[in-house]
T-cell receptor
Framework: DAKTTQPPSMDCAEGRAANLPCNHS???????VYWYRQIHSQGPQYIIH???NNETNEMASLIITEDRKSSTLILPHATLRDTAVYYC????????????FGTGTKLQVIP | NAGVTQTPKFQVLKTGQSMTLQCAQD?????MSWYRQDPGMGLRLIHY???????DQGEVPNGYNVSRSTTEDFPLRLLSAAPSQTSVYFC??????????????FGPGTRLTVL
């Protein structure tokens, strides 16, 4: 079973920041936080990952709390193309463990 | 570099028929996996492989067989199709790396309908 929990759906106004939360209640010290998104009918796409420091790339920012029990994916200026299902995953670094996805958060960006 | 390819893109089967969904990757990744996604649902892991000759079950393995004879290919076999197997099937590959971006690359999916 997936180890993370996310709200099933969220709305965000176009141009505003979208903040997607994730709870990592069983995350262990060697597990990274990964975020993927799935745009309608396509395979999931990697967004960002981090261990304990905040991370930023061209797509998004990732905030991880000090205790690592929760994270927030931030899309700073949401566009209609960001409408998708967003998944957070805990994944050990360098391991071949199976990767399971939860149900994710359906983000609807509203014009 | 084609990434992960899947064939066919669409398939309609009758109950009881068998078929193989093909998946290939050209990134020399050891880890490959199959997921299914039912309408409005999340991804569920069917089977995965950590290298040629090594496979293991995921969350929903019943009704599916896999084998991994080469690094590049990871076919998924439906032995006797059932309507409950109507779904979109995604193949993925991944190369875990220490402290590196451990990214899964997904294929475009196969949309299977079982009548």
């Amino acid at each position: 079973d997936a180890k993370t929990t996310q709200p099933p759906s969220m709305d965000c106004a176009e141009g505003r920041a979208a903040n997607l939360p994730c709870n990592h209640s069983t995350i262990s010290g060697n597990e990274y936080v990964y975020w993927y998104r799935q745009i309608h009918s396509q395979g999931p796409q990697y967004i960002i990952h981090g261990l304990k420091n905040n991370e930023t790339n061209e797509m998004a920012s990732l905030i991880i709390t000090e205790d690592r029990k929760s994270s927030t994916l931030i899309l700073p200026h949401a566009t209609l193309r960001d409408t998708a299902v967003y998944y957070c995953i805990d994944l050990p670094s360098g391991g071949y463990q199976k990767v399971t996805f939860g149900t994710g958060t359906k983000l609807q960006v509203i014009p | 570099n084609a990434g992960v390819t899947q064939t066919p893109k669409f398939q309609v089967l009758k109950t009881g028929q068998s078929m193989t969904l093909q998946c290939a990757q050209d990134m020399n990744h050891e880890y490959m996996s199959w997921y299914r996604q039912d309408p409005g649902m999340g991804l569920r892991l069917i089977h995965y492989s950590v290298g040629a000759g090594i496979t293991d079950q995921g969350e929903v393995p019943n009704g599916y067989n896999v084998s991994r004879s080469t690094t590049e290919d990871f076919p998924l076999r439906l032995l006797s199709a059932a309507p409950s197997q109507t779904s979109v099937y995604f193949c993925a590959s991944r190369e875990p790396g220490p402290r590196a971006k451990d990214t899964q690359y997904f294929g475009p999916g196969t949309r299977l309908t079982v009548l």
